[in-house]
């Protein structure tokens, strides 16, 4: 009688604990798709603003959706071809900046990642790249540098400069410590060297935190706009964002043909505004769908591995 009543009492426990964790992952859910949407909400006002009309927009009457639906930011957008080999400078950026600093912070974070008896100056060099993220030579500095080495109004100055970014080498050196020695320990018996070790086992189980870090360097790329400003001497190799900034910011109404200026007279900063980065932000919102995948569990690099 005494164990029926304990198995009953367990059971009952068991239930009811089994309950609070239903109630806890419904609370969880919500509040999760609460977020999802407040980071939802200004993009699609920013659109709805963006295919208003001048007077709605001047006006602060547009809010989640197109109030007398207007073209004509877009007309103005898309009739510039500076527009468009900007965007293509930007995506020339990210094709070369992404899978280079993918390949130089996997060079860098294989060595780091060893024992200081498998590398005696590991921990130096650990902290060479660590004092950069406190300290750097300034602005001067860093422009004369590039200037001496031949990078201005080039690709390669606004690829090189950042090619080692050192927060993704850390998050990558500690993805790197945690996986497992034996894996590394059965290559090396089978005759592999570092080189094999780090292409043949290292990438391929380090792909989720490949995949989160590319997205960052992605979208550091797309999103960085001073340094097109400062180190591009012709405004043709701007950058988009450097661009927009030029004709937001700055409106530069330079080589605009008059059926242009017409229409820019028709349209308000705010639907000029909201049109520009509407266009600017799809490439990245296009491409973060193949990355969401690894994306989840790239972010808790450096956990533990069951």
Same mark, same amino acid.
């Given at each position: 009688?005494?164990?029926?009543?304990?198995?009953?009492?367990?059971?009952?426990?068991?239930?009811?604990?089994?309950?609070?964790?239903?109630?806890?992952?419904?609370?969880?859910?919500?509040?999760?798709?609460?977020?999802?949407? =407040?980071? %939802? &909400?200004?993009?699609?006002?920013? $659109?709805?603003?963006?295919?208003?009309?001048? #007077? *709605?927009?001047?006006? +602060? /009457?547009?809010?989640?959706?197109?109030?007398?639906?207007?073209?004509?930011?877009?007309?103005?957008?898309?009739?510039?071809?500076?527009?468009?080999?900007?965007?293509?400078?930007?995506?020339?950026?990210?094709?070369?900046?992404?899978?280079?600093?993918?390949?130089?912070?996997?060079?860098?974070?294989?060595?780091?990642?060893?024992?200081?008896?498998?590398?005696?100056?590991?921990?130096?060099?650990?902290?060479?790249?660590?004092?950069?993220?406190?300290?750097?030579?300034?602005?001067?500095?860093?422009?004369?540098?590039?200037?001496?080495?031949?990078?201005?109004?080039?690709?390669?100055?606004?690829?090189?400069?950042?090619?080692?970014?050192?927060?993704? =080498?850390? %998050? &990558?050196?500690?993805?790197?410590? $945690?996986?497992?020695?034996?894996?590394?320990? #059965? *290559?090396?018996?089978? +005759? /592999?060297?570092?080189?094999?070790?780090?292409?043949?086992?290292?990438?391929?189980?380090?792909?989720?935190?490949?995949?989160?870090?590319?997205?960052?360097?992605?979208?550091?790329?797309?999103?960085?706009?001073?340094?097109?400003?400062?180190?591009?001497?012709?405004?043709?190799?701007?950058?988009?964002?450097?661009?927009?900034?030029?004709?937001?910011?700055?409106?530069?109404?330079?080589?605009?043909?008059?059926?242009?200026?017409?229409?820019?007279?028709?349209?308000?900063?705010?639907?000029?505004?909201?049109?520009?980065?509407?266009?600017?932000?799809?490439?990245?919102?296009?491409?973060?769908?193949?990355?969401?995948?690894?994306?989840?569990?790239?972010?808790?690099?450096?956990?533990?591995?069951?």
């Amino acid at each position: 009688m005494l164990d029926t009543y304990r198995k009953v009492n367990a059971t009952s426990n068991l239930y009811s604990q089994q309950k609070k964790i239903d109630w806890f992952a419904m609370a969880n859910n919500i509040f999760l798709v609460l977020i999802a949407i =407040l980071c %939802l &909400l200004p993009l699609i006002h920013i $659109a709805a603003v963006s295919f208003s009309s001048n #007077a *709605a927009a001047s006006a +602060g /009457a547009v809010k989640l959706w197109p109030v007398e639906f207007s073209l004509k930011s877009y007309q103005y957008v898309a009739g510039r071809e500076e527009f468009w080999r900007a965007m293509l400078v930007s995506i020339q950026r990210i094709a070369i900046g992404t899978p280079l600093t993918l390949l130089l912070i996997s060079l860098v974070a294989y060595p780091l990642s060893k024992e200081s008896s498998a590398f005696s100056f590991r921990g130096v060099y650990t902290w060479l790249f660590f004092l950069t993220m406190l300290f750097n030579g300034g602005f001067i500095p860093w422009y004369i540098t590039l200037k001496e080495y031949g990078l201005l109004d080039s690709i390669w100055a606004l690829v090189l400069p950042n090619a080692v970014p050192v927060f993704s =080498l850390v %998050l &990558l050196l500690n993805f790197f410590r $945690a996986v497992p020695k034996e894996l590394e320990e #059965a *290559a090396v018996m089978d +005759g /592999a060297g570092h080189w094999r070790t780090l292409w043949a086992i290292y990438i391929p189980i380090s792909k989720p935190a490949l995949a989160t870090l590319a997205l960052f360097s992605m979208v550091e790329h797309w999103n960085s706009w001073f340094d097109g400003l400062i180190l591009m001497n012709n405004p043709i190799h701007y950058p988009l964002q450097s661009y927009i900034q030029t004709i937001v910011v700055q409106r530069d109404f330079g080589e605009m043909t008059q059926d242009q200026i017409l229409i820019l007279s028709q349209i308000s900063d705010r639907t000029l505004k909201s049109a520009q980065i509407f266009l600017g932000s799809l490439p990245i919102i296009a491409a973060y769908p193949f990355l969401q995948k690894y994306f989840v569990k790239g972010i808790v690099l450096g956990s533990v591995k069951g």
